[in-house]
């Protein structure tokens, strides 16, 4: 971020942590309800989210508008996109749901992501290329959307797998007193199913768009971009599962929470040893 941005670092480190707060306070008001079914976070918790989702569109927009919404793999970015796109599936998924009982645990997540974002914001500055095509932007933020529903269909699995062998062992405890039911978990796991599905389809038709546009060839035989087109295969026949193999929602949950490993593995490997996700000849 060499530009005049930087000449005014305190504001820019004042608007990172108002944001953090902001979802610490979300965080707050979600836990508190889950907890202690507190009628004040009850009422002020999902406008809290509104806001906080918000706050940091507008603070992503102040990010990148000096330069021409340029997006790149700092930490950073990466962290603050992980934050918003977790918060924002989660909205769309409570909002169509009409649960809310996860949403202390999904946004713990995200919390903890922008805070990192916060903590990192100058430490890795330079850090990863820019992009400023409009088919690798919708690339790149369709790949964290894509990864962020991978994660919300991955915890949904394992709170479905705890709260069914809490009802098989007869140990109905506080989480069972305060999940949602499993049927609800159910629905709550192929929402976040579809919102991956949808975004892992965008991020292969933006890179090939973003590919076209640059001249750039993408290796097709590459292992990393195989993975990614297998997870979306995956991904895609958990939509009809039920009706293709007879599974029912407990090996579905094993293999959402396998696909979250894998993934996870995946981005693990690409920060250590690539700067970008698949290999690009030029």
Known sequence: MNNALLLNDAVLIGISLTVSLLYIISTGLYGADFLNSNSFAK????PALIVTIVAHIAFIGFLT?????????????LMSMVALTLTVIYMFIEFS???DKTGFFILSFASGAEILSSLTLFTFSGEGPAFSGLGIGIHLLAAIFGFSA????GLYSFLYLLLFRQIKNNKFGFLFENLPNLEVLEQLIKHAVAFGFL???ITLLAGVIGSIQTDEIINLFDSRLIALVVIWLFYGASLFIKKLF???TIHMAYLLLALFVLTTTLIVLMSIFSPTFHSIDF
Do not use: V
């Open 246 to 248: 007879g599974w029912d």
């Open 150 to 153: 991978i994660a919300i269909a």
């Open 65 to 77: 508008a000096p330069e021409g919404y340029i997006l790149s793999y700092s930490i950073s970015m």
């Open 97 to 99: 749901t009409k649960t």
């Open 199 to 201: 975004f892992l389809s």
């Open 43 to 46: 009422t002020y918790k999902q």
